[in-house]
């Protein structure tokens, strides 16, 4: 298995302008994450799916902060305007509660610079 | 909403001694406590995880002891090597966050020869 794949990697982009991220989840896992990773608030849950319905989004920061999953094997995140305190590594995870399990998969993340 | 706290925020010891990371959290409802390691440029990767219902969990070198009443929860790693240098994660989830995972801030743990 490929793992979660996240594209792209890395994003430099002006202050104003509209930022999709992307993530494909690992194949047959039922839930999937959206976090975000910085140095001054560490690693936060932005919102969760499962089974492609949003489930919880109270950490999604404002309106400016959009998400979907149109189907089982892809998901965006949107920042429509980006703004400079927007950069952040973003990651994508997935997970199925099939069995014993809850280990999430993370992604390799994509690294967003709004200048 | 859980609030996970973390400590040390950053760790060095040499090759071959142990290594201790704490945490605490706050909801009592959670139930699965897992540990993350993330390298350098990469997402985090799970290296053990605890439920609610076991008080030890061990796997080679990585052990990790859960106390309840208390609401904290350790990872141990003995016989460290470089390559165990990275960022280390608690979470705890269960409780009022459901699957979701809160973290702690990250421990950086460097291993010197």
């Known amino acids: 298995d490929a793992g979660v794949i996240q594209s792209p990697r890395h994003e430099v982009t002006e202050m104003g302008q509209e930022v999709t991220l992307r993530c494909k989840p690992i194949?047959?896992?039922?839930?999937l994450f959206w976090y975000r990773q910085t140095m001054m608030r560490g690693l936060e849950l932005l919102i969760y799916f499962n089974n492609n319905v949003p489930i919880d989004d109270s950490g999604m920061p404002e309106d400016r902060f959009s998400a979907k999953m149109p189907n089982a094997s892809f998901s965006t995140l949107k920042i429509q305007p980006s703004e400079p305190r927007d950069s952040a590594v973003y990651f994508c995870?997935?997970?199925?509660?099939?069995?014993?399990?809850?280990?999430?998969?993370f992604g390799p993340g994509t690294r967003l610079t709004v200048l | 909403g859980e609030n996970v706290e973390q400590h040390p925020s950053t760790l060095s010891v040499q090759e071959g001694d142990s290594a201790v990371i704490k945490c605490t959290y706050s909801?009592?409802?959670?139930?699965?406590f897992p540990w993350y390691k993330q390298e350098l440029g990469k997402g985090p990767q799970l290296i053990i995880d605890?439920?609610?219902?076991?008080g030890e969990k061990k796997d080679q070198r990585i052990a990790v002891t859960l106390n309840k009443t208390a609401k904290h929860f350790s990872l141990h790693i003995t016989e460290t090597q470089p390559e165990d240098s990275a960022v280390y994660f608690c979470?705890?989830?269960?409780?009022?966050?459901?699957?979701?995972?809160?973290f702690g801030k990250g421990t950086s743990l460097l291993v010197t020869p």
């Open positions: 605890i439920r609610s219902n076991v």
């Open positions: 909801d009592s409802a959670s139930n699965y």
């Open positions: 979470a705890a989830s269960g409780g009022d966050s459901g699957y979701a995972l809160n």
């Open positions: 194949s047959g896992h039922d839930y």
């Open positions: 995870a997935s997970s199925t509660l099939a069995g014993l399990g809850n280990e999430q998969f």
